[in-house]
């Protein structure tokens, strides 16, 4: 008989992600175990008991998925899981807390698209700000874009709060040119920027019309806010790339439905790759977004 495919789920919340199980399953893996409540001190144990009670060739549909609500604790886990793999006793990694590698990535993606479709530019020294960026899906964001070359404005309520996770962006991913910004001051940033994410917590709306009237060099807005206000006003959940009405520039608006299915083909995608890959991989953001760019 052939052996299933099992994942093991481990996050360090009280509750396994019934998202990431799902889709889990949906890509293929029959079996999904959850670890609940897990600590980065029980990784190694979690690792090893998984990796030696199957074959090489029974390992190849074994696969270990770190949720969570952490971007850095997740990476984390990746690192420890990797540090206490035997080889040929190894198997395939994958972490999107709380979903927001994939989420980010497809933003980014789509980001990237309507900023060449619309306006035949890239990310590459585009002036990207994030708001509400201090959380799990902004902190990836500003890491992918700042990788591609943009400037980012990593903003959020307290500026210290946002000077600390800029600085983690920087120091801890080489990302460089990540900058910390208030939202008081967002007016500020937004007159200058070619780029606006809302990464802000659900239901928050942080930019206005007026906000938008204001910034006359605004290219995109992309919002991942589901939950009505809109954290973008005039960017409606199903709009993909369409010009917004009180834009000077005529903006395009990305909301957050079309974001999500990037988001689902990015995270469909790294859960197939962990059993069809020959070798294990380890997957992250990094390489949620190289899938989001070749589904959009
Ligand atoms: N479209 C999709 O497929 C998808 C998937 C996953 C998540 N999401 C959405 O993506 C967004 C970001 O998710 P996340 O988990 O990273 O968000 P989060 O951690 O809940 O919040 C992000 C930031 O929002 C700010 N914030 C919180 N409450 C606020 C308030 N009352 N007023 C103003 N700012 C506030 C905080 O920054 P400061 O304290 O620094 O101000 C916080 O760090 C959410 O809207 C979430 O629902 C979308």
New binding site residues.
């Given amino acids: 008989m052939d052996k299933p495919y099992i994942l093991h789920l481990i996050t360090s919340e009280k509750n396994a992600s019934p998202f990431d199980v799902n889709m889990a399953i949906d890509a293929g893996w029959t079996n999904i175990i959850p670890y609940t409540n897990a600590e980065q001190t029980e990784i190694q144990t979690l690792v090893q008991d998984a990796i030696f009670s199957r074959s090489p060739s029974g390992l190849q549909r074994t696969g270990i998925f770190f949720g969570g609500r952490d971007t850095h604790e997740a990476m984390d886990m990746i690192q420890e899981a990797k540090k206490h793999m035997v080889p040929p006793f190894e198997v395939s990694v994958f972490a999107d807390p709380?979903?927001?590698f994939t989420?980010a990535a497809g933003m980014v993606a789509l980001t990237e698209k309507y900023l060449k479709d619309g306006f035949d530019h890239g990310l590459d020294k585009s002036s990207v700000v994030i708001l509400?960026g201090?959380?799990?899906?902004?902190v990836a964001s500003a890491v992918i874009c700042a990788k591609a070359g943009a400037n980012v404005r990593l903003v959020?309520?307290?500026i210290e709060?946002?000077e600390k996770t800029a600085a983690i962006c920087n120091d801890r991913y080489q990302s460089k040119n990540v900058v910390a910004g208030a939202?008081a001051d967002k007016q500020d940033y937004l007159n200058k920027a070619d780029i606006v994410l809302n990464?802000?917590?659900?239901g928050?709306q942080?930019m206005s019309d007026e906000n938008i009237q204001m910034s006359s060099n605004l290219k995109i807005c992309a919002d991942?806010?589901?939950?009505p206000p809109s954290?973008i006003a005039g960017v409606d959940v199903m709009d993909s790339g369409k010009i917004m009405e009180k834009s000077p520039n005529k903006c395009r608006g990305i909301g957050?439905l079309a974001?999500?299915n990037v988001?689902y083909k990015s995270q469909h995608e790294c859960l197939k790759l962990m059993y069809t890959s020959d070798d294990p991989v380890y997957l992250d953001f990094e390489d949620a977004f190289k899938f989001a760019q070749k589904s959009v």
């Avoid at 991942?224 to 939950?227: C, I, R």
């Fill in positions: 709380s979903g927001a989420t509400g201090t959380g799990p899906v902004g959020g309520r307290s709060k946002a939202d990464t802000g917590a659900a928050i942080l991942t806010n589901a939950v954290g957050a974001i999500g988001k």
